[in-house]
């Protein structure tokens, strides 16, 4: 079945330096999103990308599908504490139907002031 | 305005009970979903309703698991006979649109089977 791999599992940063996320799929993806997930609570929906070699930006955020839309990434610009979190990447493969998401593990973020 | 609701917010089971979850969409959302998150892990696909059809039910883990949204709002995922692998937060999500594009997550239930 597909897969969906993120790395890194864990990264610790200083306020203000940058934060890069990958995600890697098995399977060529019809769109990926991102939802950012604070301790304790649920995710929050943050961007969907569709087409092949998409960059979108929100803010500090950049996200990008790669040319294969096997891949992406989410590069956060000068982090503040209130980044933290866990971002997941999550996919939906190319024939399957619309609700079907399928998740990566996830990246914890921690930012030290 | 209210935003995805589910309740219990904790459900503790004795291992073989049977357990209802509820979830109440955004008002007029036309799809639902619900995933099952383990500690540390992504949320992982269970299944998903357009309305009160229920288009993929692909993720249900067993056939003890049984998920209804019978007028197209309001839906239950019912366990039965539950065993301690089922302990997890269960989250349900709903999207406005035919074609999903970002779901909205309730907090989710967290079930804990002993």
């Known amino acids: 079945g597909q897969q969906v791999m993120q790395i890194p599992q864990y990264q610790h940063v200083q306020e203000g330096e940058d934060f890069t996320t990958y995600c890697n799929s098995s399977?060529?993806?019809?769109?990926i999103q991102w939802y950012k997930q604070r301790p304790g609570g649920h995710p929050v929906f943050l961007i969907q990308?569709?087409?092949?070699?998409e960059v979108k930006k929100q803010k500090r955020l950049t996200f990008q599908f790669g040319e294969a839309k096997k891949n992406s990434s989410l590069h956060i610009t000068a982090t503040q504490t209130t980044d933290v979190g866990t971002y997941f990447c999550?996919?939906?493969?190319?024939?399957?139907?619309?609700?079907?998401?399928?998740f990566g593990q996830g990246t914890i973020l921690t930012v030290h002031p | 305005g209210a935003g995805v609701s589910q309740s219990p917010r904790y459900k503790v089971a004795k291992r073989g009970q049977d357990v209802a979850l509820r979830c109440d969409p955004i008002?007029?959302?036309?799809?639902l979903f619900w995933y099952q998150q383990a500690l540390g892990q992504g949320p992982e696909f269970l299944t998903y309703?357009?309305?009160?059809?229920?288009?993929?039910k692909s993720g249900l883990p067993s056939d003890r698991f049984f998920a209804e949204r019978p007028e197209g709002s309001v839906s239950t995922l019912k366990i039965q006979r539950t065993q301690q692998e089922d302990s997890a937060v269960y989250l349900c999500?709903?999207?406005?649109?035919?074609?999903?594009?970002?779901?909205?997550f309730g907090n989710g239930t967290r079930l804990t089977v002993t």
């Open positions: 990308l569709v087409k092949s070699g």
């Open positions: 008002s007029g959302h036309v799809s």
């Open positions: 999500a709903s999207s406005l649109a035919l074609r999903p594009e970002a779901l909205h």
């Open positions: 309703f357009q309305n009160e059809a229920q288009l993929d």
């Open positions: 399977t060529t993806l019809s769109n």
């Open positions: 999550a996919g939906r493969a190319s024939g399957t139907s619309y609700g079907k998401l399928t």
